[in-house]
């Protein structure tokens, strides 16, 4: 019933984030159908900067209403509140969807201190707010850390409302925010319960939608007797982007996220592609000699440069190739491309390089 | 076990959110009669009855057919009934109206969630408006708006990771199997690579014979148990890089890369004859029909492949089942 809405939301989500990422020079390589899949993260990331955008509209508004009703302290609480979410919504890590940076601290600690303060001093709007905080905590934080986080701020607004409130609203307030946490705990426990269902059924990595490594060995063998059986080559291409790391890790997600998606797009249906480390992949593609695999490698390396490569840095990637020989295992092929790989690497970047035995040497 | 525990999230969830409120609920009700506000004692009184009801309800649809509109409607009286105490008490109502925002996520579906939502924050925000000043009817609005958000996206990825956890499961559970969702990406891939190999391609379709007599005769459950040795012995007979599929209600598909039409022949043959030798557990006598179809120059797509091993499948059950047929062009 939501398949199609649901798809539709996505790949708009997708568009967005192409668009973000490849700048208003590049917009014209945007065509209408992105059919790869998102991952998790990816999804729940745009959604979260887009919860913080909206929510910042409304911390906005609320802190203006309040400037011209003449609720000073309370505009200023809220546009305080606004300017901060507004700050944090531009830029997210594709990788570690946990590791925020300085500016989630900041908004989780502003929200918190507002909120208890505001309860002293009995400030209508701003306690309201406190039933988003276990919520947020939740959103921002790996789960150990945001159970300790939400049972001490739960705490501290137990305490201070028993404290500060006058006897006919101490309960209806604390029964209330209490139960709002028991409903937040059934939420983070569906997801975790989702989670740890659907951990062993993902085989690709989130970043670059490439299959993990884990099954490498085992579908490589298969490939390899496979190709004895039905008397076809297989090619297996090792590739590394040459260029160091950009120190920024958000660019480096986004070069390998694009990267992910452009082996997507290039590779033949029955190809794979892995990933080994963090920017060298393994390719199988079965049904390819060497002379082809070497085609198809040389075209891969024109394409991925021209598609890495932003006006301010030139990124080009390396390719070493090995094919299948008689009582070669899986084990030997991998070292082999991988050795091509680095050989390549070392004498000359931006480069494909088929295994000779005598790479020895 | 993937397959239990999503069927059995949903009413287990609904039970727990429905008691935690009627708890609450009946807590408030106390209070508040210790207080003497008997407006509002009255209203907590009913909503623990409403939630109480709610929690009796999930748990008697996990055996009987119950409308799901009735959780619907139990919310919106709820909502309703807290609405009506805003002109009187309107802080007490408004933090009551909280909890609510995050059980709708809860117990209703996203769209219909959403809605209810944004019909209470709007009929609330009236409301307050009228009995209080506009700030106050403004800063409701956006902190109930910025909960129910971010509920939102809680109950969002939920069921997102709902749907891929069904699009990423590539067994039966039944019978061990693949299943076909498997079966067509499979197929897709096999088709490209022998298109560019050159190399054949076929698929076999297999189906135990009068199996509506069967089941009708013993049950479904022996039906279920009759499939899950079936694929067992499939399992066993089927060649390294040969896979075997089956659509969870009567059909097994066996893909089989490199095989030409005289292979698959001899292969469905092979496995005809083992079913009608095989010892099976709680019955004594059983044959099969297969159908069979090959990759040739005209049929390059993985619907048609299918449809003409059905095809054939239904040739063998026409000319009297337990024998193999082979779709002709």
């Known amino acids: 019933m939501y398949l199609p809405?649901?798809?539709?939301?996505?790949?708009?989500?997708?568009?967005?984030?192409?668009?973000?990422?490849?700048?208003?020079?590049?917009?014209?390589?945007?065509?209408?159908?992105?059919?790869?899949?998102?991952?998790?993260?990816?999804?729940?990331?745009?959604?979260?900067?887009?919860?913080?955008v909206w929510s910042s509209l409304l911390a906005g508004f609320v802190g203006i209403t309040g400037l011209l009703f003449g609720h000073t302290p309370i505009a200023l609480t809220a546009l305080a509140f606004a300017l901060l979410l507004g700050l944090s919504s531009t830029r997210h890590r594709l990788a570690e969807p946990h590791e925020h940076g300085p500016l989630a601290h900041l908004i989780v600690i502003f929200l918190c201190?507002?909120?208890?303060?505001?309860?002293?001093?009995?400030?209508?709007?701003?306690?309201?707010?406190?039933?988003?905080?276990?919520?947020?905590?939740?959103?921002?934080?790996?789960?150990?850390?945001?159970?300790?986080?939400?049972?001490?701020?739960?705490?501290?607004?137990?305490?201070?409302?028993?404290?500060?409130?006058?006897?006919?609203?101490?309960?209806?307030?604390?029964?209330?925010?209490?139960?709002?946490?028991?409903?937040?705990?059934?939420?983070?426990?569906?997801?975790?319960?989702r989670e740890q269902a659907l951990k062993p059924l993902t085989r690709t990595d989130d970043l670059t939608l490439a299959l993990t490594p884990e099954h490498l060995y085992a579908d490589l063998e298969k490939e390899i007797q496979r190709s004895e059986r039905e008397g076809t080559g297989l090619a297996v291409l090792a590739l590394g982007i040459d260029n160091e790391n950009p120190a920024d890790q958000v660019l480096r997600d986004q070069r390998l996220n694009l990267l992910g998606q452009c082996l997507n797009q290039q590779l033949r249906a029955f190809d794979s592609y892995y990933r080994l480390k963090t920017d060298e992949f393994l390719l199988l593609m079965p049904n390819t000699g060497a002379k082809q695999g070497l085609k198809a490698a040389e075209k891969l390396r024109v394409n991925l440069r021209k598609q890495l490569s932003t006006n301010e840095h030139k990124v080009s990637v390396s390719i070493g190739i090995t094919t299948v020989n008689v009582g070669e295992d899986a084990a030997a092929l991998v070292a082999n491309a991988l050795q091509a790989l680095h050989s390549s690497q070392t004498e000359k970047s931006n480069h494909c390089q088929l295994w000779t035995s005598n790479d020895n040497e | 076990m993937n397959q239990t525990s999503s069927t059995h999230l949903k009413p287990h969830t609904r039970?727990?959110?429905?008691?935690?409120?009627?708890?609450?609920?009946?807590?408030?009700?106390?209070?508040?009669?210790?207080?003497?506000?008997?407006?509002?004692?009255?209203?907590?009184?009913?909503?623990?009855?409403?939630?109480?009801?709610?929690?009796?309800?999930?748990?008697?649809?996990?055996?009987?057919?119950?409308?799901?509109?009735?959780?619907?409607?139990?919310?919106?009286?709820?909502?309703?009934?807290?609405?009506?105490?805003?002109?009187?008490?309107?802080?007490?109502?408004?933090?009551?109206?909280?909890?609510?925002?995050?059980?709708?996520?809860?117990?209703?579906?996203?769209?219909?969630?959403?809605?209810?939502?944004?019909?209470?924050?709007?009929?609330?925000?009236?409301?307050?408006?009228?009995?209080?000043?506009?700030?106050?009817?403004?800063?409701?609005?956006?902190?109930?708006?910025?909960?129910?958000?971010?509920?939102?996206?809680?109950?969002?990825?939920?069921?997102?990771?709902?749907?891929?956890?069904?699009?990423?499961?590539?067994?039966?559970?039944?019978?061990?199997?693949?299943?076909?969702?498997?079966?067509?990406?499979?197929?897709?891939?096999?088709?490209?690579?022998?298109d560019d190999s050159s190399l054949p391609l076929s698929?076999?379709?297999?189906?135990?014979?009068?199996?509506?007599?069967?089941?009708?005769?013993?049950?479904?459950?022996?039906?279920?148990?009759?499939?899950?040795?079936?694929?067992?012995m499939l399992k066993g007979m089927i060649r390294a890089g040969d896979s075997h599929y089956y659509d969870g209600t009567r059909r097994f598909y066996l893909l089989?890369?490199?095989t030409p039409e005289e292979g698959v022949l001899v292969i469905a043959e092979r496995i005809r004859r083992q079913a009608g030798e095989h010892g099976w557990q709680g019955i004594e006598h059983l044959t099969v029909s297969l159908g069979c179809s090959s990759l040739t120059s005209d049929t390059k797509d993985v619907q048609s492949l299918i449809s003409e091993a059905q095809t054939a499948l239904s040739e063998a059950q026409k000319n009297g089942h337990n024998r193999v047929s082979h779709f002709l062009h």
């Open chain 1, 5 to 52: 809405r649901f798809s539709r939301l996505a790949n708009n989500l997708a568009k967005e984030q192409a668009r973000a990422r490849l700048g208003p020079h590049r917009q014209d390589q945007i065509q209408a159908p992105w059919n790869f899949t998102m991952s998790q993260t990816e999804i729940s990331l745009l959604l979260q900067s887009r919860v913080y």
């Open chain 1, 113 to 193: 201190a507002a909120t208890l303060i505001s309860m002293i001093g009995l400030n209508p709007l701003v306690e309201a707010w406190s039933f988003v905080v276990p919520l947020l905590l939740f959103l921002f934080y790996p789960l150990p850390r945001a159970i300790r986080l939400a049972a001490l701020y739960s705490l501290a607004f137990v305490v201070l409302g028993w404290l500060f409130f006058d006897a006919l609203e101490r309960m209806q307030v604390i029964i209330n925010f209490v139960l709002c946490g028991a409903l937040t705990g059934v939420f983070v426990y569906l997801r975790e319960a």
């Open chain 2, 15 to 194: 039970i727990l959110v429905y008691g935690l409120t009627a708890m609450a609920a009946l807590l408030l009700a106390y209070e508040n009669y210790l207080y003497g506000l008997y407006e509002l004692v009255y209203t907590a009184l009913i909503v623990f009855v409403l939630c109480a009801a709610g929690s009796g309800l999930s748990w008697v649809q996990k055996r009987v057919n119950v409308r799901e509109a009735v959780h619907g409607l139990i919310l919106v009286a709820t909502a309703l009934l807290i609405v009506s105490d805003i002109p009187a008490h309107v802080r007490e109502a408004k933090f009551s109206l909280y909890p609510l925002c995050l059980l709708s996520f809860l117990i209703l579906p996203l769209r219909q969630a959403a809605r209810f939502n944004t019909g209470l924050l709007v009929l609330a925000s009236l409301v307050i408006w009228n009995y209080d000043n506009t700030f106050t009817a403004i800063a409701f609005a956006a902190s109930y708006a910025m909960l129910g958000g971010i509920a939102m996206l809680y109950a969002w990825l939920h069921h997102h990771r709902s749907r891929s956890l069904v699009e990423l499961s590539i067994h039966d559970a039944g019978t061990g199997a693949y299943n076909m969702r498997h079966f067509e990406r499979t197929l897709d891939k096999e088709i490209h690579r022998a």
């Open chain 2, 203 to 232: 698929i076999i379709a297999l189906e135990v014979d009068y199996l509506d007599q069967f089941i009708a005769l013993n049950g479904q459950h022996s039906g279920k148990a009759l499939a899950a040795q079936l694929s067992e």
């Open chain 2, 256 to 258: 089989l890369p490199n």
